[in-house]
């Protein structure tokens, strides 16, 4: 296994996918985790196994805000106490067995998050709040998925802009193609995120992007946010994704995708409405396919060969977020520094057949 | 030789016919990537290809040229194979590297200023030479040897094309596969020579090993009235198994209808292999011509790791074929070869009476 465990805050689950009478079975690396929540609301994460028989105990169920265990009816309260043993005699204490582990749980971004590893938990930056969740006319994707490749690779995909021409096909992205063919790009990384900005340099200042076309926002361990400033009609203005690495080396990843009310911006945008097909999802479909094909490849390889890779200028990005996530996961406070360049992010001519 | 066949123990466990350890892994050589056509198939010039278990890309110049590089590209280690081949280049699916046919890198688009690649961006090139209708690679470290030792099998079957090629896909190890075919082949003997002349009641097996063939040869019997042996008619069929992984079998019985077939087993990793097959034959109509391949593709596909293993367990006289095949199959070196050299001619039952 190439993966070292990260500390940090790993997503879970979306806030309205725990039902108040279920357990859910997560893992994150290697911790299999029972995920709960308690008469007063409160999520609760434990380790999925029963100090008793070693049962998972996302097998069971919630009854009064306590976990039934599916064995032999053990209930466990959110703080990993067993509280009742049924086969005992009312005289009978109960086990003097120590509490199931518990691990530190928050909700942030319409997520539950769930914080593995060392250290103090530091706190999720703001920034992966979607303010649009709550407004009228927005429409929300919400996605869980599992992509069979490392969920450092998985990270490299989303935050890379240099892959965008060569990956992705079909019409409309030709027109990213010309918008962002020499780009500026500007990383900044401070103590919380390392934010990537990249659009047309101006004409006036060598430092400056004239005209924003994307915003992509990464904080430790695993999350990213991106953001298209001015999105087309139908298309996605924001998305937030979280990766959860898997103990067999794959990735479940969590995403929402913000759809705001048609407006008539024909900004850059990712996941532009099909001019054919009513239904945006379609083209983000694609999108996600094309980069699928990509990562499942680059996982089953990675599996064969522990070859190193290769680091150009145009990864730089890349290069930040794994940097911020090791030092987050050590405890440093990540040196926050702003670098500028420019870098060719699309072709001259669409270079690749379009899609049969 | 039979103590440590016994202590292996293979037949029925769950490892089945998997290559063993202690079996050397194949040697290096050259060995059949493709057929030269399936790189012209290839949906966007470029070709997957495994051979003793290096995953190999393919492609072509606008010359014509063959090139071989490995299948991963040396940024992000993505397959070569997604990308696409344009002019000279061989470009990558992920960010648009660009490759030289010598796998040299020549252009990294993100690069604004056109700058240089970075030291060391470069795919491993493998020898490959185009050869009787197949692409060869190189699998060994130094200078290729030549070529035409490995495709001699297919220039001495006869000058035409062959009749048919076809490639199989196989789960077992390229060992295996050659030893199933020797195995079902004295099988077939004995019943092909029936058909053939239904007095015959004993066919003779001549055996003849030298350092880089096992070769066999096999002819009628036909039992004298007082119940004496008579000589031996004409040969009827003979097959060489030819290192590493190339098995002939010639038909010259039945007046017109002989036939030749030529199979490279290439091993594409360690329980796995490709196999290879060209046929000449005059007479593809007839339900004999699937015999002629010891092993149909249909067959072929059908071999898995629960099969029982070949080359194991026990041995009767007419098997000592199969036993001198997997002796020369799983030889390391030459030295180990030569010493059991050996020619060896037994009789084998050919009819139930």
């Given amino acids: ?356 | 030789m039979m103590a440590a066949a016994s202590d292996v123990r293979v037949g029925s466990t769950e490892s089945g016919n998997r290559e063993h350890a202690g079996i050397p892994a194949p040697p290096a050589g050259w060995y059949i990537a493709a057929l030269q056509e399936a790189i012209v198939r290839a949906p966007r010039g470029i070709l997957a290809a495994e051979v003793t278990g290096r995953r190999l890309a393919l492609f072509r110049t606008r010359a014509g040229a063959l090139s071989c590089v490995h299948d991963r590209c040396c940024h992000r280690g993505v397959p070569m194979s997604l990308g696409r081949v344009e002019g000279d280049r061989v470009i990558c699916a992920y960010h648009g590297w660009e490759f030289g046919p010598d796998g040299i890198c020549l252009r990294v688009p993100s690069n604004v200023d056109n700058s240089a690649p970075p030291r060391g961006a470069r795919l491993g090139a493998v020898p490959a030479e185009d050869d009787a209708g197949y692409c060869w690679v190189w699998t060994g470290d130094g200078p290729p040897d030549a070529l035409a030792e490995r495709t001699a099998p297919l220039r001495d079957a006869s000058r035409r094309l062959p009749a048919v090629r076809s490639t199989v896909v196989v789960g077992i190890g390229y060992r295996q596969v050659l030893l199933h075919h020797v195995d079902r082949l004295s099988f077939v003997t004995r019943d092909l020579m029936r058909r053939l002349d239904s007095a015959a009641n004993f066919a003779v097996v001549r055996v003849l090993e030298t350092p880089t063939r096992v070769r066999w040869e096999v002819s009628v019997l036909r039992s004298s009235r007082d119940g004496g042996p008579a000589a031996p008619e004409g040969v009827a069929l003979s097959a060489e198994i030819i290192w590493p992984d190339t098995l002939t079998m010639r038909r010259t019985d039945g007046g017109a209808a002989g036939a030749t077939v030529v199979r490279y087993c290439v091993p594409t990793g360690s329980d796995r292999c490709r196999v290879e097959t060209s046929i000449w034959t005059d007479d593809t109509a007839t339900p004999d011509f699937a015999l002629c391949a010891g092993l149909t593709n249909q067959e072929l596909e059908q071999l898995s790791p629960g099969r029982t293993a070949v080359g194991r367990g026990i041995r009767v006289a007419s098997d000592y074929v199969v036993e001198a095949a997997r002796r020369f199959l799983e030889a390391r070196t030459i030295e180990e070869r030569n010493r059991d050299l050996k020619r060896y001619e037994y009789r084998v039952r050919i009819s139930d009476g």
């Fill in chain 1, 1 to 356: 296994m190439v993966n070292s465990e990260l500390s940090g805050w790993y997503a879970l689950c979306a806030v309205d996918d725990l039902v108040a009478t279920r357990v859910l079975a997560r893992e994150v690396f290697a911790h299999r985790l029972a995920v709960f929540q308690d008469e007063l609301g409160h999520v609760a994460v434990l380790d999925d196994r029963c100090p008793h028989g070693g049962l998972p105990l996302a097998l069971g169920r919630v009854d009064n805000g306590l976990l039934v265990c599916a064995g032999h009816g053990w209930r466990f309260d959110a703080q990993g106490r067993c509280r009742v043993v049924p086969s005992s005699c009312s005289a009978e204490p109960l086990p003097a067995c120590t509490p199931v582990r518990r691990y530190p749980v928050a909700t942030h971004a319409g997520y539950h998050w769930v914080w593995i590893g060392k250290g103090t938990p530091f706190s999720l930056p703001l920034t992966f709040e979607l303010p649009e969740l709550g407004r009228a006319g927005i429409r929300v994707l919400q996605l869980r998925y599992r992509v069979r490749c490392e969920y450092q690779d998985a990270i490299d995909n989303l935050v890379d802009i240099t892959h965008l021409p060569f990956v992705h096909v079909f019409p409309h992205m030709r027109d990213i193609d010309r918008r962002l063919l020499i780009s500026l790009v500007e990383i900044e990384t401070d103590l919380d995120q390392v934010v990537l900005r990249a659009g047309t340099p101006s004409q006036g200042s060598a430092d400056a992007i004239a005209e924003r076309r994307i915003e992509i926002t990464f904080a430790a361990p695993t999350t990213v946010r991106l953001d298209f400033p001015r999105p087309a009609a139908g298309a996605a203005s924001a998305m937030v994704a979280c990766f959860v690495p898997q103990a067999d080396d794959t990735t479940i990843v969590e995403s929402t995708i913000v759809f705001p009310a048609a407006d008539d911006s024909t900004a850059f945008t990712v996941a532009r409405l099909d001019a054919s097909a009513d239904d945006p999802f379609s083209t983000l479909g694609r999108i996600l396919d094309e980069d699928l094909v990509i990562l499942v490849a680059q996982g089953r390889e990675r599996r064969l060969s522990t070859a190193p890779d290769l680091v150009v200028a145009g990864d730089a990005m890349v290069a930040a977020c794994r940097q911020h996530a090791k030092a987050r996961s050590a405890g440093r406070i990540p040196a926050a520094r702003t670098k500028r360049f420019l870098c060719r992010c699309g072709t001259e001519v669409p270079n690749w057949p379009v899609a049969e």
